[in-house]
């Protein structure tokens, strides 16, 4: 069974960091780009970012570029969100997602088809 579970969500203040972490099993996904998406309450789920499988690039959403970083280690199935200088409008459920097509660093639901369960993410002001 393929899986992917998020860790690392929390309560922090604004200006702290966290580091999700999105660890996979049942396949590997060292040829699959992987994602960040984040959702709230009553909104429609908005792109954070992405990695190539190789990890050679990245792609950020506008309003976290300069605070977030996308990692990933292949040999451990994993892929790490490194959030920094948080917000109290970071707040939201975050889900890693693998992707769908090896050469697409995709920033829509749609190309991508796996996805984790979610880890909460609260930012106090």
């Known amino acids: 069974q393929v899986q992917l579970v998020e860790s690392g969500g929390g309560l922090v203040q604004a200006g702290g960091s966290l580091r999700l972490s999105c660890a996979a099993s049942?396949?590997?996904?060292?040829?699959?780009?992987m994602g960040w998406f984040r959702q709230t309450p009553g909104k429609e789920r908005e792109f954070v970012a992405a990695?190539?499988?190789?990890?050679?690039?990245?792609r950020m959403t506008d309003s976290v570029k300069g605070r977030f970083t996308i990692s990933r280690h292949n040999l451990k199935n994993t892929v790490y969100l490194q959030m920094n200088n948080l917000k109290p409008e970071d707040t939201a459920v975050y889900y890693c997602?693998?992707?769908?097509?090896?050469?697409?660093?995709?920033?829509?639901?749609?190309?991508?088809?796996?996805w984790g369960q979610g880890t909460q993410v609260t930012v106090s002001s």
């Open positions: 997602a693998a992707g769908k097509n090896p050469y697409v660093i995709g920033m829509i639901e749609s190309e991508y088809n796996y």
């Open positions: 049942g396949r590997t996904f060292s040829r699959n780009p």
């Open positions: 990695i190539s499988w190789s990890g050679g690039t990245q």
